[in-house]
Nanobody, 120 residues
Framework: QVQLVESGGGLVQAGGSLRLSCAAS????????MAWYRQAPGKQRELVASITSGGNTNYADSVKGRFTISRDNAKNTMYLQMNSLEPEDTAVYYC??????????????WGQGTQVTVSS
């Protein structure tokens, strides 16, 4: 009943920028922590950045200073601004969120992923 939909992926040259969005819809009371993960071919899924409902953020060392995570709680939407992109950033990017779906019930939800390809 909860759906996360990512958008904004695409093909960009090294040094370029992209902005990903993740919109949550469905039946829930609130969204707690949200995060972006990525998975490159042949590699495990890894955490890119996370943000709490209060706006506290955390980044993987590989993206610090280049990526910025943010959210608009009124729109139930999270963003990832990616600057100075490198070929190593090529991956499918997934949105993840912890949502309150009942009085004392929480669940995690994943988006379907959006492809980011950075050419050298």
């Amino acid at each position: 009943q909860v759906q996360l939909v990512e958008s904004g992926g695409g093909l960009v040259q090294a040094g370029g920028s992209l902005r990903l969005s993740c919109a949550a819809s469905g039946s829930f009371f609130s969204i707690n922590n949200m995060a972006w993960y990525r998975q490159a071919p042949g590699k495990q899924r890894e955490l890119v950045a996370s943000i709490t409902s209060g706006g506290n953020t955390n980044y993987a060392d590989s993206v610090k200073g280049r990526f910025t995570i943010s959210r608009d709680n009124a729109k139930n939407t999270m963003y990832l601004q990616m600057n100075s992109l490198e070929p190593e950033d090529t991956a499918v990017y997934y949105c993840n969120a912890r949502l309150q779906v009942g009085i004392i019930k929480y669940e995690y939800s994943w988006g379907q992923g959006t492809q980011v390809t950075v050419s050298s």
